[in-house]
């Protein structure tokens, strides 16, 4: 199993990854991204990734970003980390979340975050196996933008 | 009112604006950052910045990052957004609001995104005025890189 940043030619395997958890989580109607955009915005450095091979196989990604906490200064947050379902159980998750930390760290960043849905419990005891903080007192705030996108609620600025 | 990017010399009143914002969200011992790491992370890009300025005075102010959301792309992410206590109910917020607002339409993003206390009536008030969606099942999680800061929960990558 090789641990290594996300090239171009991964962008539709990280796409289709990211579309399988979406789809665990209930929500692959409320995906919008699309392969072309992942990697017009992957190439003009929008986000970052690293993903898990095994054979030749993309079988896991995380897709990350340097963002900031104006509590704690510089962060990396994860916005998806997946390994495929038939490659779980064997480690390839663990492996892609250290490597993940160890940039985080590499960078001098105070902390990494991310979210997790309140039902996810295999994901919530990954967290916490990984000494990870987990916070129930902050709600998500949300506007989307006409024209960008067919979601529920839209607004003019 | 003016209501204008952020500027080197507005660095330190940004900073004691999240503060007071800190306090009254019961968490100031949870801020680590420095004015002095705020001028550093600022002139490097790390976030942006708007201000409200009434008489020469700065007495609001926006934080925010563009980051990435896998499912939607483009986005603006507001990490602190405030107006000092005794300038509220004047429209001040909702002008800061707007311009952050704006700001991430011109710039093509799908959405803006921030985060809320569950019990922070007023703030929540605002929101839903403002036609934003409230997202309530995800919770954050952390984990805080050691020799960063003295926070609870530390552990090495």
Known sequence: MLIRPTTEADIPYVHALMYELAVYEKEP???LTTPEEYLRDFLAGRFE????EIDGKVVGMTLFFEAYSSWKGRMLYLDDFVVSESYRRFG???KLFDAF???GHRRGCRMVKWQVLDWN???LQF???NHAIVE???WNVKVFFPGHLGDTTVVSP
């Open 49 to 52: 990734s690293m993903v898990a």
């Open 136 to 138: 129930k007192g902050w």
């Open 29 to 31: 109607e409320a995906v």
């Open 127 to 129: 967290y916490e196996k």
């Open 101 to 103: 930390m160890a940039e």
């Open 92 to 94: 390839v998750g663990q």
């Open 121 to 123: 419990e295999p994901a």
